[in-house]
């Protein structure tokens, strides 16, 4: 009796052990089921809500676009070969919706106006283009290469500045071109866009000008541009301008649509880094957009039929 009883109370125990389980089964299963259920919902919620998103931007971009019957080509500017006078190249830009405006910093990279004024242009999110010395290359590499981490343009302002050794002849001033060159290629590891300012400008005037017409041919053909202004904050008319007398000479001077600005990032321009926010804000308020001088949006829009008789060969 006793063994019957304890074989009963084993078996009805592993029957509620055995039902137990199976409970615990169902359960489970249910979890199982509901996070299933969960997982397909969650990726159906997803998957619909990005197709809205796409239509939305598609939608959008399509209310944006330009009709499919005169789709503008892609942004491209004369080769050098061609035209490699840039200042140029940049006035005649059409197409372009609004204004632009090239800020250029010349004769750095120095260790202390240089990174102020890459801070100024950091905080307003605008790109601009440094036309470098080779020999400050040299002496501030770290700072040349910071300029080329935020997203600047390096160009070519020769390797000495001193117009007597450099305009003496066609070899020293190409020599000095290609060295400073080869310095912007070692910073940035890549090959720069080949584009030089003149020291004191490429003007057909004062000293060197006759050197100066000659060695723009020689760049062209060597497939470099040059640039020269058509704006200016006026720092380096005088070696003691305040920020507010360099922000009223960029008022002055800013007055057509395509705006190349001349500017110095020399170690004694430190009124430049500290005029740069009033000036930017006063350009952005006048309604320009900024770019680097390797970003002009060039549009050849003038078909050959449009043309005056006279300018098709
Ligand atoms: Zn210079």
């Known amino acids: 009796m006793e063994r019957k009883m304890s074989y009963g109370n084993i078996s009805r125990q592993s029957g509620r052990r055995y039902q137990l389980m199976l409970r615990r089964k169902r359960f489970r299963f249910l979890i199982i089921c509901a996070a299933v259920v969960a997982v397909i919902a969650v990726v159906v919620g997803i998957s619909v809500s990005s197709v809205k998103n796409g239509q939305t931007e598609q939608e959008e971009a399509s209310a944006d676009a330009v009709p499919a019957a005169t789709p503008k080509p892609a942004p491209q500017i004369p080769p050098a070969s061609e035209q490699n006078n840039l200042l140029k190249i940049a006035e005649d830009a059409a197409g372009r919706e609004g204004k632009a405006c090239y800020l250029t910093f010349d004769d750095g990279p120095t260790n202390t106006v240089t990174p102020a004024i890459l801070d100024v242009l950091k ?98 053909e060597k497939g470099y541009y040059y640039v020269d202004w058509n704006a200016l904050n006026g720092d380096a008319e005088s070696s003691s301008r305040t920020a ?12 057509k649509d395509h705006i190349v600005v001349l500017m110095h990032d020399a170690a004694a321009k430190k009124s430049t880094a500290q005029a740069l926010p009033s000036i930017i804000e006063y350009l952005k308020s006048a309604g320009y957009e900024f770019y680097r001088l390797d970003q002009i949006k060039y549009y050849e829009t003038v078909e050959e039929e449009d043309k005056p008789a006279s300018m098709i060969m």
């Open 123 to 220: 905080q307003y999110n605008v790109k601009a283009t440094f036309f470098m010395l080779g020999n400050m290359i040299e002496k501030n590499k770290d700072i040349a290469r910071r300029v080329y981490d935020e997203g600047h343009l390096l160009a070519n302002h020769t390797y000495s500045h001193d117009y007597k050794a450099l305009y003496a002849t066609g070899e020293s001033f190409i020599g000095e071109v290609e060295k400073t060159e080869g310095l912007i290629r070692e910073v940035t590891g890549e090959e720069p866009f080949k584009l030089v300012r003149f020291p004191g400008g490429s003007y057909n005037a004062g000293d060197h000008a006759a050197e100066k017409q000659k060695y723009k041919t020689l760049l062209q």
């Open 244 to 255: 507010e007398q360099l922000l009223a000479r960029m008022k002055e001077t800013a007055g």
